[in-house]
């Protein structure tokens, strides 16, 4: 049986990662209020209901550990998802987008009763954003939260049954995020837990043929030979549909986490650079 984890499912146990602290951000409140009409922004895929229906849970689902992130909303059998900006306006469009979706569904704030985020590894900037977000929002609501490594969200969505895969991202500085999973009907277990490898180490820890769950820049960055890019899938990204389907299904198996268990997986120091 697989060991249930801070954030989720995984082969081994993960232990506990160091993480920043999160402040939800100081107009929280103020901005997911209905004040008219939020322009449209990102892509939306879904069936919203009308306006003015009974009241429903709304479920929210919030993945911005990579450059474009996304958000999905599900109130009742009916979802909407949207994709963000890059990550530097993640903080200025992702509760309006949240409010958008709400309303585009027919629900209202106060019907929101689980919030679902990615952890990463990832963007710094993008997890912080994300995390402090999701973080208002439940305080401010008292909903249910959850937090998923979206490496594990990654899995989930971009991988069949019974199919195992890599992970891999730019860590920056020499550094890649590195990971293994394995997807199953209902879960994505860690095989391998996420780490920091240096470029040295990649062909070694890569050696097993199956997939690479990754991103252009970073196979670029990585150095490796021609036949590690016949691997690489590059198509996919941790998403909010993801994130909303694997969250949901742990939360209602296992139950919520305290706030203050949902912290940015952060594998390596972020370092200060100081003037003279």
Do not use: C, K
């Not at 232990?15 to 209905?34: D, E, I, Y």
């Not at 016949?230 to 993801?242: H, L």
Request: overall charge positive.
């Amino acid at each position: 049986m697989p060991a249930r984890g801070r954030n989720g499912i995984r082969g081994r146990d993960l232990g506990r990662h160091p993480g920043a602290g999160t402040r939800g951000p100081q107009t929280l409140r103020a901005a997911w209020v209905p004040t008219g009409s939020i322009p449209a922004t990102g892509s939306v895929s879904g069936a919203g209901s009308a306006l003015d229906s009974p009241a429903l849970p709304l479920s929210i689902a919030i993945e911005t550990s990579t450059r474009v992130g996304s958000v999905a909303v599900r109130r009742g059998a009916d979802q909407l998802r949207a994709d963000l900006g890059e990550s530097r306006a993640h903080a200025s469009d992702l509760v309006p987008t949240i409010d958008r979706l709400v309303r585009e569904l027919g629900g209202t704030p106060g019907e929101l009763a689980v919030v679902l985020v990615g952890t990463g590894p990832g963007s710094y900037t993008g997890l912080r954003v994300g995390i402090s977000t999701a973080l208002g929002l439940a305080r401010a609501s008292g909903a249910r939260a959850l937090g998923v490594p979206s490496g594990e969200v990654l899995a989930f969505g971009a991988l069949d049954p019974g199919q195992s895969a890599y992970h891999l991202i730019d860590a920056r500085s020499g550094g890649f995020y590195w990971a293994r999973f394995r997807r199953t009907d209902l879960e994505a277990l860690v095989l391998d837990a996420p780490t920091v490898l240096s470029r040295d180490e990649l062909a070694e820890r890569l050696a097993e043929p199956i997939p690479i769950l990754t991103d252009v820049a970073t196979m670029t960055a990585s150095g490796l030979a021609p036949a590690y890019f016949e691997r690489a899938r590059t198509d996919v990204r941790p998403d909010a549909d993801a994130l909303m389907s694997l969250g949901s299904a742990r939360i209602e198996r296992f139950g919520p986490q305290r706030l203050d268990e949902i912290l940015p997986l952060y594998l390596r120091a972020f370092g200060a650079r100081t003037g003279s």
